[in-house]
């Protein structure tokens, strides 16, 4: 069926690049995918998949902006099923650049490749659709809205039950990545990507005219003392190992925001400081909460003021399941070969797909978009300039089509 596969994802290649540049000259913000879901429910119906939308509710009163696709292969009766995930939304950013389908929304941008992830699983479905007597089981599309925002569209679909009848047996997902060369996909097991929480700290003084500092309570001098305290605290901790964690574990604290509304005369009452905080290890993710709180609280009261922390929780660390993760790689290097197939690197960026991990098997995989003489391509991720290589979209399509097959094979294989 390999070569089968191959042709068909090559066939397909044309409308792959169409689905993409509309998709990434129509961007819309995460929970408000509605025509980018519309027309994803619109192709698939035209291969006759059966699909539903309105799954991914943010909140009861607004329509679910994600779809649910199933490809059934008719070889032979099977329950075994795998899910394939794209994610659908875009980022608030204005894009640059001269390309004929550069965004038509101003400030709104495909600036992470989810329009390739969204074509690139369409690419997939229809092709396994349209070799469905080819192979046995259920592909579950999913085609997920708001990655990149709060609570996190995974944990959405997770908790509106979409995964239970079917329920697949593992999830595999894809990223495009600049720094890897067209034709090349990647792989880790185990620990992948960080959990990010969000750091929001609101320092509380007295303030007033700035001539008049022996009346101040100044938060602004405090909030500059405090943020000094908390990386010295958070850096303190690291070599001993803290909490069974071993030195030297990646973990990230940076804090990007200060905001002090005063003027050249005048001092605020208040400060905001916000930030990241990056870790791949819960216990220790824990302590460090705990320690920001108790560090922040104290080198503001030492001063004479108040502080708020709130520390907004974010996915978990992204966990690629070693045996899930093995088989799909194997797949890859059938599909590619084996000198396009790479180890990936640990990634301190967070991927809601975590959330997936935490419930079934998962294997999130990189995807090479970059050459160096297409312009965009080797920008990084969430530049204005950003772009990706289409040449991509069939190698990923593939791999993603191939690994679902290969991987109903094999739970077909352990449920006998």
Known sequence: MIDALRRTVAGLQAD???WRRHLHQHPELSYHEADTVRYVIDRLKAEDIEVRGDVGRLSPEMPGTGAIAYVRGTKSPSDACVALRADLDALPIHEVGDKPYISRRPGVMHACGHDAHTAMLLGAGIALHRLRAQWSGTVMLVFQPGEEKGPGGAALLIKEGVFNDPKPAGIIGQHVTPELPVGTVAFRAGPFMAAADELHITVHGRGGHAAQRHALVDPVLIAAR????????????????????????????????VTADGATNVIPDQVYVAGTLRTFNETWRNDLHALITDTARRACR???????????????PVVNDAALTER?????????????????DLRMGAEDFAWYTQVMPGCFHRLGTGHPDKPGTTAGLHRAEF??????LVVGAGVMAWGAVQELAAVGLKSK
């Open 387 to 392: 772009d990706v290589d289409e040449d991509a």
């Open 16 to 18: 792959m690049v169409r």
């Open 328 to 344: 799909v790689r194997l797949a890859a290097v059938q599909y590619l070969g084996a000198a396009h197939v790479v180890d990936a």
């Open 302 to 316: 030492e001063h004479g003021g108040d502080v708020e922390v709130r520390i907004g929780r974010g996915s978990p």
């Open 226 to 257: 405090m943020i000094v305290a908390l990386h010295e605290a958070v850096e303190n901790a690291l070599p001993t190992g803290q909490a069974g964690t071993p030195a030297g574990e990646p973990m990230v604290f940076s804090l990007g925001r």
